[in-house]
């Protein structure tokens, strides 16, 4: 499996992971605390996310040792400034990773929107990808009609909809209409 789709299971099931990632000449460690939504990487996270992440290859994953800052097991939690917020990390990993295929957690035929009160603050969205946020807001859609909006393609379309999944914040539905009849394009409620 691929880095993201260890993240989904990660995130799906709240489970504490280790995760040695393959990173051009290095072996990167990355620590995942789904419930506290940090990561522990052991380098600045600009360092890391300036790296080819769509060459990264998982070597081993196993359950995390390391502790969330705050942890009462004090010896067990890493330095604080290798802790950061799992949010963007996971965004990038989804638009920049080797990943060009839907989740399967949300593939298929199915209709997507962003789940009300869902923060994206946090990413710095623009241009077309803000758009594209703003407009999956109000309406609900599929892939095929998503991969024809301005800036888009059907990869890019993917991208979006795992990095939505992956902040928790992607409603998919099997049952509206545009789920069902691939040629419906959108739906406005």
Known sequence: SGVVEILAACIRH?????????????????????????VH???PMAQFLALPLGDLSVLHVEPAM?????D????MVGETQHYSPLAPLLWELALRGS?????PEIAGQAAYRISPGLNLRILELSGSM????????RETTNLRAMAQWPGFDSERAIRLLNGLYL????????THPAAAN???????H
């Open 14 to 38: 709240s489970r504490k992971l280790l995760i040695h990632l393959q990173a051009v000449d290095r072996v990167v460690p990355l620590t995942v605390f789904p419930v506290e939504h940090l």
């Open 41 to 43: 990487i052991p380098m």
């Open 66 to 70: 390391l502790r969330p800052p705050g």
């Open 72 to 75: 009462r097991v004090r010896a």
């Open 99 to 103: 990943r060009g295929e839907l989740l």
């Open 130 to 137: 803000a758009t594209a946020v703003a407009r999956l807001k």
């Open 167 to 174: 902040q928790g914040g992607l409603m998919v539905s099997r």
């Open 182 to 188: 691939e040629g419906w394009s959108s739906s406005r």
